[in-house]
């Protein structure tokens, strides 16, 4: 029986809310006054951990009825047609990160706050009584009063108009939805500028940061902000773009209209000291936020289930604005290639994981929703295989006619299909709904037989899995005479020794590595390939240790098999292809013990594959370092340090020492690696303590991100115990980092279990922190990468068994069961031969 939504008994036209929020006492009190159109006699408002005082339509008093199970106002106006319906309301400020909430730091050793939002899904409601669904757009004045103290500013998703007595009033907003609606103040700083066609555009931020880390954020928005002006032939709709930094932020970013929020790490980074990777991120946050302004804002899903239209559009808009912004970047491979790509191919590879469109009602499912490696990589690799088969010129038309068609208003993936498909003769509809509305991805089979190259395609999966007989349309992106879009289970493709000469080279598929499939080569084609593995080019070379690495997760081919291949490509001066193979050399580390002779051998295996190029590139950055070496540096050095290369460890300690009064000033791709070696191979006493401390004062986000690296990374049993008796001190682990610090310290063989114990003896405790955020499934994946033993799959099927009908959980519980039941058996099927492999390098 579907659920009923509340836009189906109430259409708001126009909100005038009234909030006051009071930091000393905690409290939210105000006033939502709704006109709109009544489709029944009994409406319903939603709210959420709300005291209603008083319901009053048209001035006179109505009878209503809260429940606080289906978060509802239930209102009896007796009448239909249009109504003007005024709700009085109190409700606690609190410290979950959603609803309105305060961020707080420190500045000059005493304890601020700022107040900001978080509205998105279903919390909207925890503010102020509204009809708290995507479809029920509506305008908004809004008008905000607190206990204000000089030196304070207030922002919105829409200027600011007046102040009187205490009360600061904004312009009237456009058609929006509620989850869109921001607004914020405190002591804050900015940095204000305008684009070409008159738009506001500024970066603001607590003042314990220095004004230059707010620089190139601003640089970024504004010159974004331009660019999709121009891509998608459309203007920016609202006066301003106001990007803000908040201290407490459980998420990456929210696309709020107008008033776009982020965590500090994803806005904020010191120009003087930062890598490419850092600026890459920052600035792939802010251009998705700002892709969401016209794709999630202007136009906006009818629905929750079609989520992945907002952020799958946003994520490959990041990409490819960003690319268009700073070239030499190379996000594409960078970023894209080493990030999105492996996410979204191996979670979608896990039976029981959803699809990218879903049917979903229940708040809790809602936020379950946000699968970052479905929603947004896997989305994001649907609509770059789209791009691919369209072109950017089409691409530009159709998105123009979207805009156009449904403006400040809602739609559906469908709504976007028909609007591409008036640019091409192709029925883009037909081929996604494949890739959209089915899970997981296929495995094509390339094959030799009776002369013949022949191809099939069938459902990949990494450990059990049930075959359902799904096809898709596939992109194949041959480099020889082949289909474009293979739609059949089994393809004969004919003679192979024609196709072979026809080419001139090695026959190989998904060239590019941007349909999402990998290929399982026979013998005869993967020898020719290797033959030319000097010819290809490096997102070629990365792919091919992809799909090598997945074919083994899926015991399709033995990892012992691909451990002779992998010094092979331990000479390359790529970045891309020097992260893939040690991707893929990390995953032989889950076949030995900790402190183990075959932990012995691996580590003297990872010192043959980066010797060379760690004499090569050293510790130090160099002044003709291309931007290949500065990002492969990092890579190889971690490496290094895990094989215990005595010369790069003692030449770490001599970094240390030459920077201890200053640790923060260390070369940015370095400092983890400088920090960890301390830590882990040093750490003289009184250093972990210090490092903790360091971490709650500096504001710096990526050194409180190197910080965090090597204080976890720690051997010593009571310095262990004491960052656990941390994790429930604000003061020190603030909630929105304390995923990080639980997963680093059970990925620590030192810490694993007394990382798992508290996470089942403070799951309450945790729950009540942030259970409401849609982070929180995510402590349950972590656990589930470290885990790969029959006890600790015992362990946690013991633990999280009995949560799993609980909403929200219950999905994630399922597929993370499934990882760690995988990984167990693929290492006691795999081991001996695996560390027989490694011997015989």
């Known amino acids: 029986m579907a659920v009923k939504h509340f836009y189906e008994t109430f259409h708001p036209e126009h909100y005038d809310l009234f909030i006051d929020v009071n930091r000393e006492k905690k409290t939210i009190t105000g006033t939502s006054t709704i006109t709109g159109e009544a489709l029944e006699d009994t409406i319903l408002v939603n709210q959420k951990y709300m005291k209603i005082a008083a319901v009053k339509e048209d001035g006179r008093d109505v009878p209503f009825t809260v429940d606080d199970d289906k978060e509802a106002i239930k209102i009896d106006l007796g009448k239909t047609g249009t109504v003007t319906v005024a709700i009085t309301y109190s409700a606690p400020l609190t410290d979950t990160m959603m609803g309105i909430y305060p961020s707080y730091y420190m500045l000059d050793g005493v304890k601020k706050q700022i107040i900001g939002t978080q509205f998105e899904t279903t919390s909207a409601r925890q503010a102020f009584p509204c009809v708290d669904e995507p479809e029920a757009k509506a305008t908004f004045s809004l008008a ?10 207030t922002i919105a998703n829409m200027p600011e108009v007046k102040v009187e007595n205490g009360v600061h009033y904004f312009e009237k907003s456009v058609r929006m939805s509620s989850y869109l609606v921001a607004f914020a103040f405190g002591e804050l700083q900015s940095k204000l500028t305008e684009t070409k066609d008159g738009v506001k555009v500024g970066v603001f931020a607590t003042k314990a940061h220095k004004a230059k880390e707010l620089d190139f954020a601003l640089d970024i928005a504004k010159r974004a902000i331009e660019f999709y002006e121009e891509f998608y032939q459309t203007k920016y709709p609202l006066p301003h773009s106001w990007q803000l930094a908040l201290p407490d932020f459980s998420a990456g ?135 691919q088969l369209l072109g950017d010129d089409a691409l530009r038309k159709g998105l123009k006619y979207y805009f156009d068609h449904h403006q400040f208003g809602n739609a559906t993936g469908d709504d976007l299909w028909n609007a591409l498909s008036t640019v091409t003769d192709l029925d883009i509809g037909k081929i996604m709904h494949t890739w959209l509305d089915q899970p997981g991805y296929p495995v094509v089979s390339a094959r030799v037989e009776n002369g013949h190259l022949l191809l099939s395609q069938k459902q990949f999966f990494v450990g059990e899995g049930k075959d359902a007989s799904r096809t898709w349309a596939i992109p194949l992106n041959a480099n020889f005479a082949a289909p474009q879009i293979m739609t059949e289970q089994e393809l004969d493709l004919g003679d192979y020794q024609t196709l072979r000469a026809e080419a001139g080279h090695a026959l190989r598929l998904n060239v590019g590595n941007n349909s999402h499939f990998i290929v399982n080569y026979d013998e005869t084609l993967m020898t020719d390939i290797m033959n030319e593995l000097d010819t290809l080019k490096p997102v070629d070379e990365l792919q091919l240790l992809q799909d090598l690495g997945l074919l083994a997760e899926g015991n399709q081919i033995s990892y012992a098999e691909i451990v002779p291949l992998l010094p092979k490509f331990a000479a390359s001066r790529s970045n891309i292809v020097i992260n893939s193979l040690f991707s893929s050399a990390r995953q ?16 003297a295996f990872f010192n043959q594959l980066s010797a060379k190029q760690i004499e090569r590139l050293g510790w130090e950055v160099k002044a003709d370092d291309n931007s290949a070496d500065l990002q492969m540096r990092p890579i190889e050095l971690s490496a290094a340090l895990y094989a215990d290369n005595q010369t790069v460890i003692d030449e770490g300690h001599k970094i240390f020492v030459a920077h201890q009064d200053d640790l923060a000033a260390i070369e940015a791709s370095v400092r983890p690696y400088v920090l960890i070696n301390e830590v882990k191979n040093y750490n003289e006493a009184g250093l972990v303590d210090r490092l903790i401390k360091e971490y709650q004062t500096v504001v710096d986000p990526y050194y409180k991100e190197d910080l965090l690296a090597a204080v976890t990374s720690t051997k010593n049993d009571a310095e262990i115990k004491q960052i656990i008796a941390d994790f429930e001190d604000a003061d020190v682990i603030k909630p929105q980092d304390l995923r990080s610090w639980y997963y680093n310290i059970l990925a620590n063989p030192q810490g694993e279990q007394a990382a798992w114990d508290w996470l089942r003896d403070e799951w309450s405790w945790l729950e009540k922190t942030v259970g409401g955020d849609m982070e929180f499934t995510t402590y349950i994946t972590v656990t589930s990468r470290v885990f790969h033993t029959p006890e600790r799959l015992a362990e946690f099927k013991a633990f999280f068994e009995p949560k799993v009908d609980q909403p929200g959980l219950g999905r994630e519980i399922n597929m993370d069961t499934k990882v760690i039941a995988t990984k167990a058996a693929l290492v006691e099927k795999e081991q001996a031969a695996v560390n027989r492999a490694i011997n015989c390098i």
Do not use: C
């Not at 032989?588 to 580590?603: A, D, G, I, Q």
């Open 144 to 153: 905000i009063k607190y206990d204000e103290h000089e030196g304070e500013t």
């Open 588 to 603: 032989l580390r889950k076949f030995v013990k900790p402190n183990s002779v075959e932990e012995k051998n691996l580590k």
């Open 253 to 387: 970013a929210m696309e709020n209209w107008g008033l776009v929020t982020y965590r500090e790490a994803a806005i904020l980074l010191d120009p003087d000291n930062a890598t490419v990777e850092q600026k890459g991120y920052v600035a792939s946050v802010i251009t998705h936020e700002l892709a969401h302004q016209w794709f999630g804002d202007l136009v906006t899903m009818k629905w929750w289930d079609d989520l992945w239209l907002n952020e799958s559009f946003a994520n490959m808009m990041m990409y490819l604005s960003v690319d268009a912004m700073e070239p030499s970047w190379d996000v594409w491979n960078n970023m894209y290639q080493t990030g999105e790509v492996p996410a979204a191919l191996n979670r979608d590879a896990t039976d029981g994981v959803q699809s990218v469109h879903v049917e979903v009602e229940h708040p809790a499912d809602i936020d379950s929703l946000f699968d970052s490696a479905i929603v947004y990589a896997k989305g994001s690799r649907m609509l770059v295989m789209v791009r």
